[in-house]
């Protein structure tokens, strides 16, 4: 019998979930990487990339 050992075992990576997604992304539900000012899929398509201001009051 062969045990795996801790240091073979490759890490995995976590998906990161962006704080907020640009208009158009999020109109067209499309996933947004959240760079700023602007996303890649906004650069792709040479549109005005905008972000809503974040709300942090409850």
């Not at 062969?2 to 990161?16: E, H, I, L, N, W």
């Not at 906004?42 to 549109?47: A, G, H």
Request: proline share 9%; charged share 30%; net charge positive.
């Amino acid at each position: 019998m062969s045990s795996a050992s801790a240091s073979d075992k490759q890490p995995t990576k976590v998906p990161r979930r962006t704080p907020m997604a640009c208009e158009f992304c999020r109109g067209r539900k499309m996933k947004c990487d959240g760079i700023r000012p602007s996303c890649a899929n906004c650069e792709k398509r040479q549109i005005a990339c905008t972000y809503q201001p974040v709300n942090t009051s409850k």
